[in-house]
């Protein structure tokens, strides 16, 4: 496998002039930051620190996801399948092209109305990489009363 070890999906926000773990919700507007260290303002919650903010608060709000290619098809990495039982471990995927017929050719099952996953050796993913994707700070529905 190359040299990015796959890390599924999460968000960061850069709070303060630090990143943070981060979660999306419940609200619109909300975000949780964590840490595994006690920061001024966070709360003692299971083991970690959480504080809770508006997006409007943060300098930065970044989706991470791992992304490669399976079959020359592109496919997001979701998980690290350890394998367990015996089984050699592998990368549970999700097929993010566009076309099902090929998804299915391909190995990957339905899991949902459009959506397709697959366990694959870990070998069999090429061009795995983590992309960064900028999250807009203004909720969605700010967003639209914007655009009108």
């Keep these: 496998m190359s040299e990015n070890e796959p890390v599924g999906l999460g968000f960061v926000a850069r709070y303060r002039d630090r990143e943070y773990a981060a979660a999306v919700g419940p609200g619109s507007d909300d975000v949780v930051l964590f840490s595994e260290t006690p920061q001024e303002g966070f709360t003692a919650a299971g083991g970690y620190w959480r504080l809770r903010v508006s997006r409007s608060e943060l300098e930065q709000l970044t989706l991470l996801r791992t992304v490669g290619a399976f079959g020359g098809e592109p496919c997001l990495v979701l998980d690290e399948d350890d394998g367990g039982d015996g089984r050699e471990g592998g990368l549970h995927i999700a097929y993010t092209g566009h076309n ?20 694959v050796p870990r070998d069999e993913v090429h061009a795995i990489r983590v992309e960064r994707v900028p999250v807009p700070l203004a909720p969605a529905d700010d967003q639209e009363s914007e655009d009108r």
């Design 100 to 119: 099902g017929l090929k998804a299915e050719a391909l190995g990957y099952w339905l899991v949902d109305h459009g959506a397709y996953e697959v366990v």
